[in-house]
């Protein structure tokens, strides 16, 4: 599977922004899905993921309430859509496919990852 992430920028605190990551090579509505970010110096931490369906959804405790991930497997993309921005969510974005049905929040449950889409919040 190879993933391609997109839609990342600058936006100022309180902004938004929604990634895309594009999917291919595989059968994307049978791989679970999931965001992760690195900020400089930190380590890789998991923000969000999603079943095959899209019906159970995980997030982590920093961004509960303020992002939200979902899928469109007709287009193979998973988005991940980032409201009420904080400066401590700057960081490089990841998206990462698992082709089993059981969700992961590390990123060791992860084999197949996109490269990094750079999000910038300023103050």
């Known amino acids: 599977v190879q993933l391609q992430a997109s839609g990342g920028g600058l936006v100022q605190a309180g902004g938004s922004l929604r990634l895309s990551c594009a999917a291919s090579?595989?059968?994307?509505?049978?791989?679970?899905m999931g965001w992760f970010r690195q900020a400089p110096g930190k380590e890789r931490e998991f923000v969000a993921a999603?079943?095959?369906?899209?019906?159970?959804?995980y997030y982590g405790d920093s961004v509960k309430g303020r992002f939200t991930i979902s899928r469109d497997n007709a287009k193979n993309t998973v988005y991940l859509q980032m409201n009420s921005l904080k400066p401590e969510d700057t960081a490089a974005y990841y998206c990462?496919?698992?082709?089993?049905?059981?969700?992961?929040?590390?990123?060791?449950?992860?084999?197949?990852w996109g490269q990094g889409t750079l999000v910038t919040v300023s103050s």
């Open positions: 999603i079943s095959w369906g899209g019906l159970t959804t």
């Open positions: 090579g595989g059968t994307f509505s049978r791989h679970v």
């Open positions: 990462a496919a698992r082709s089993t049905s059981s969700m992961s929040t590390t990123k060791s449950g992860y084999p197949y």
